[in-house]
Nanobody
Framework: EEQLVESGGGLVQAGGSLRLSCAAS????????IGWFRQAPGKEREGVSCISNSDGSTYYADSAKGRFTISSDNAKNTVYLQMNSLKPEDTAVYYCAAVHLYIFSRRGWVDNDCDYWGQGTQVTVSS
């Protein structure tokens, strides 16, 4: 069974840091790009960041550039999102997702293209 299991969300003060983890199982890790979307109450889901597990190339939304770093441990089939300098506007449910590299190379990081999803983890940043 294909699974993405997330961990690492929580409550943090503005300026603080959190690290999200996404452990993948049941599919070929190296054939996918894996990353995060987030959705705040009343807002549309937004792509945050992803990484190609084939060549390590990364994507960051403008809101994440310079503050978030995505990395992948292929030996552990796990992707990490280090989030620094957090702001209240980063508050959202963060969802890990995976898209096949064949689709990712043609369309980028698009939520409707993702084959697998995690359960979501809440990130709350207080001011």
């Amino acid at each position: 069974e294909e699974q993405l299991v997330e961990s690492g969300g929580g409550l943090v003060q503005a300026g603080g840091s959190l690290r999200l983890s996404c452990a993948a199982s049941g599919f070929t890790f190296d054939d996918y790009a894996i990353g995060w979307f987030r959705q705040a109450p009343g807002k549309e889901r937004e792509g945050v960041s992803c990484i190609s597990n084939s060549d390590g190339s990364t994507y960051y939304a403008d809101s994440a550039k310079g503050r978030f770093t995505i990395s992948s441990d292929n030996a552990k089939n796990t992707v990490y999102l280090q989030m620094n300098s957090l702001k209240p506007e980063d508050t959202a449910v963060y969802y890990c997702a995976a898209v096949h590299l064949y689709i990712f190379s043609r369309r980028g990081w698009v939520d409707n293209d993702c084959d697998y999803w995690g359960q979501g983890t809440q990130v709350t940043v207080s001011s």
